[in-house]
């Protein structure tokens, strides 16, 4: 069984940063690509970014490219985003998600409750 848990949501200013962070528990955690998805209000949860088990291959959706970075230390079992420039419109709730399918980073855009874990998620609020 593989716990997920996520901390670093709060309420940022409009070109701020935040660190989100997730800690893993559970066997092999290490050996899987590893992501982060987010739901706002009235939205259907969307990909974020995904990294792969080795931390060298990363994917990002086109609304964060050059704006968040995804890293992982497999040592501490975390995964972090690092969110700077955030506009209003990142604001939601993000998951941290595992993906239980050997693959690429690339592949976990499609994860489900199915192939995935997923942490309970941590709300980002983006405001002045």
């Known amino acids: 069984q593989v716990q997920l848990v996520e901390s670093g949501g709060g309420l940022v200013q409009p070109g701020g940063s935040l660190r989100l962070s997730c800690a893993a528990s559970?066997?092999?955690?290490?050996?899987?690509?590893m992501g982060w998805f987010r739901q706002a209000p009235g939205k259907e949860r969307e990909f974020v970014a995904a990294?792969?088990?080795?931390?060298?291959?990363?994917y990002y959706a086109d609304t964060v490219k050059g704006r968040f970075t995804i890293s992982r230390d497999n040592a501490k079992n975390m995964l972090y985003l690092q969110m700077n420039s955030l506009k209003p419109e990142d604001t939601a709730v993000y998951f941290c998600?595992?993906?239980?399918?050997?693959?690429?980073?690339?592949?976990?855009?499609?994860?489900?409750?199915?192939?995935?874990?997923w942490g309970q998620g941590t709300q980002v609020t983006v405001s002045s």
């Open positions: 990294i792969d088990f080795s931390g060298y291959s990363k």
């Open positions: 559970g066997r092999a955690s290490n050996s899987y690509s």
């Open positions: 998600a595992k993906d239980r399918r050997y693959g690429s980073a690339s592949g976990m855009v499609g994860l489900t409750r199915t192939n995935g874990d």
